[in-house]
């Protein structure tokens, strides 16, 4: 019985860090480093769209847009569930689960528009950032995935 447990806990972890938020979904407040004003104002992945359903504007997405939303998008998310694994309050749904579910709001957005478009229209240079992206997502799950703190809040989670 422990070890089904600790499988559904570390499934629920798992899940929960990788699916993505809805895009109307609220980020919890990170500790990040806002970003500079002419990079928010230049990069169209730092702010939700004004189209409807939150629909990207592609008349404002270069390909330059990209690595510096996945970066500044991985940066806010591990603070987002930086404050998530260090809060002080006992771990409940709402503050650990739902709360991770709602984080990496930009992180969700560029790769959203980024895997969309090179599983549908390529090119070389988004070939190039994938390439480059890839190693630094996957160090980024890892991140989270492997959070002793974080795996703790999951664990004692109670359900009634």
């Known amino acids: 019985m422990h070890k089904l447990t600790t499988l559904a806990v ?3 972890l798992a899940l929960a860090a990788c699916s993505k938020p809805a895009p109307e979904a609220t980020p919890v407040q990170s500790q ?4 500079a004003a002419p990079a ?7 702010e939700a769209s004004t189209l409807p359903l939150l629909a990207p504007d592609f008349t404002k997405i270069r390909d330059e847009h990209y690595l510096p939303a996945f970066e500044e998008g991985m940066k806010q998310h ?4 930086r404050a998530i694994a260090d809060n002080g309050e006992p ?4 503050n ?3 709360a991770m579910e709602r984080s990496g709001i930009v992180l969700y957005r560029v790769s959203q528009v980024f895997y969309n478009l ?3 229209h390529t090119s070389e240079a988004l070939q190039k950032i994938e390439a480059e992206v890839a190693p630094k997502l996957a160090k980024h799950q890892d991140e ?4 002793p703190k974080l795996f703790a809040r999951v664990k004692a989670i109670q359900t009634p």
């Open 91 to 94: 771990a409940t749904l709402d």
């Open 118 to 120: 090179t599983s549908s």
């Open 144 to 147: 989270i995935f492997l959070d």
């Open 10 to 12: 570390a499934c629920a």
């Open 32 to 35: 990040a480093t806002p970003v």
């Open 40 to 46: 928010v104002a230049a990069n169209p992945f730092f």
């Open 78 to 81: 591990l603070a987002e569930i």
């Open 96 to 98: 650990t689960l739902v």
